[in-house]
């Protein structure tokens, strides 16, 4: 359980305490109904993590509406989208093993987060991994309904592979950036849970090879 969880049900019960002393038992009950669904909302569930080397895991829980080609930043990218319902488990988790390397908070618009336009307008927290093998960027992305994201680790922290790393409040989105030799695991329409769900596999060997043709291409044209 999310301590915010503890603290929004115990603001509604102390309510309803006071609405009972106040009024009648029955004008408690949405108070007591809220308090039950918070509790529920910030669920927090011990997840599986795989342990295949080179697995990128779903860093929320939610529905794959996306897979696309992008680029960003000067550089190819596979994008995949979740987007999270309220029903969902709204912790975040990291996708791989690794060192934060950059965060950056984006105020922005609070669009529908299955409107494509979101991913670059909504506000955002922008979080770079490096592993080992791979560098992974991930968004918590606000919805219409979200108005706070939580994001605990800072520069310099070293993270698992599925660890929690913060969480977005209600409805909301989360995009994955990976990097194009990446083998994609899911499709859209695919529901996936943060941390045990793979995304994609990264090849140690493959990204090795990628790099050394790089290097040729550019010892040949230099």
Request: net charge positive.
């Amino acid at each position: 359980m999310v301590r915010d969880g503890y603290y929004y049900a115990a603001f509604l019960l102390a309510a309803a305490f006071l609405i009972g002393w106040l009024a009648s038992l029955l004008w408690t009950l949405p108070c007591l109904l809220l308090a039950a669904f918070f509790l529920w909302f910030f669920r927090d569930p011990d997840r599986a993590i795989p342990d295949t080397p080179g697995a990128i895991v779903s860093p929320a829980d939610g529905k794959v509406t996306d897979i696309a080609r992008i680029v960003t930043g000067g550089e190819k990218r596979t994008r995949i989208s979740i987007f999270l319902n309220v029903f969902d488990v709204h912790v975040n988790r990291s996708p791989i093993a690794g060192t934060i390397r950059d965060v950056r908070y984006q105020r922005g618009k609070y669009l529908n987060a299955m409107n494509e336009a979101c991913a670059e307008q909504n506000e955002q927290n922008v979080v770079t991994v490096e592993g080992e093998d791979q560098t992974v960027i991930f968004k918590q992305i606000a919805g219409l309904l979200a108005r706070r994201i939580v994001f605990t680790k800072k520069l310099g922290d070293r993270v698992a592979r599925g660890e929690r790393v913060g969480l977005i409040k209600f409805g909301s989105r989360t995009d994955v950036l990976l990097e194009p030799e990446a083998r994609i695991q899911v499709k859209k329409g695919d529901r996936v849970k943060g941390g045990s769900s793979v995304l994609a596999y990264m090849e140690p060997e493959r990204r090795e090879l990628v790099a050394v043709g790089a290097e040729i291409t550019e010892a040949v044209n230099g």
